[in-house]
């Protein structure tokens, strides 16, 4: 059974450094894993989405890895910005049979970024 | 191009009845997948539909059901409503069931507070 944890649960960090978030996964066999941000009292805004045979993927000051050897990806934000506090997800799409499956969410790290 | 839509945005139940809510993908997308998200469990697997035949069922109660019309909206029903249900509802949509090949698109989704 696949399960999806994200660390740390909260993090606070002044505006211009650059930050790591963390998504481990225990069932290396994912078909992908996709980064959302999600606004307070809204829904999910799809962030990333890095196919399992891909390491990396990029877009502006996002960069995602992932490395299904050791269960983990990782999201990169370079120069944080008050404008990137949000709860970011992480979700592994796990495939069932007959090429169904479903997203499997980590609890979310919640990024305040203080100006 | 218009994203997910979700209807209402906010419900007001009383315990005991039934809700229903409603989902219109994105335009070409054919795969509705339906999300709970509460501050307990975090985003939960509900359901997925395909050319209007439900393909993945998370482990919620027969309550819970959808279903999907030939337009690929999608609509979720509720019954018997418990105070538990009250939630954000998060509809998502994708090219196809390999969702995972092309990533998932939320909605803003429907917060249902039961009372």
């Known amino acids: 059974k696949q399960e999806v944890t994200q660390i740390p649960a909260a993090l606070s960090v002044p505006e211009g450094e650059n930050l790591v978030l963390n998504c481990s996964f225990t069932?290396?066999?994912?078909?992908?894993l996709q980064w959302f941000r999600q606004d307070p009292g809204k829904g999910l805004t799809s962030l990333l989405l890095i196919q399992s045979s891909q390491r990396e993927q990029t877009s502006g000051r996002l960069n995602a890895s992932l490395d299904k050897s050791s269960g983990r990806s990782t999201l990169y934000i370079a120069a944080s910005q008050p404008g990137d506090s949000a709860t970011y997800l992480c979700a592994a799409f796990s495939r069932g049979s007959g090429n169904t499956g479903k997203l499997i969410f980590g609890q979310g790290t919640t990024l305040q970024v203080k100006p | 191009k218009a994203g997910v839509t979700q209807t209402p945005r906010y419900l007001i139940k009383t315990r005991g009845q039934q809700v229903t809510l409603s989902c219109s993908p994105i335009?070409?997308?054919?795969?509705v997948s339906w999300y709970q998200q509460t501050p307990g469990q975090g985003l939960q697997f509900l359901f997925e539909y395909f050319s209007e035949t439900q393909r993945n069922k998370g482990n919620f109660p027969g309550r819970f059901s959808g279903r999907q019309f030939s337009n690929s909206r999608s609509e979720m029903n509720v019954s018997t409503l418990e105070l538990g249900d009250s939630a954000l509802y998060l509809c998502?949509?994708?090219?196809?069931?390999?969702?995972?090949?092309?990533?998932?698109?939320f909605g803003s989704g429907t917060r249902l507070t039961v009372v």
């Open positions: 069932d290396s066999a994912i078909y992908n």
């Open positions: 998502a949509s994708s090219l196809s069931t390999k969702g995972g090949s092309y990533g998932y698109t």
């Open positions: 335009s070409g997308h054919r795969s």
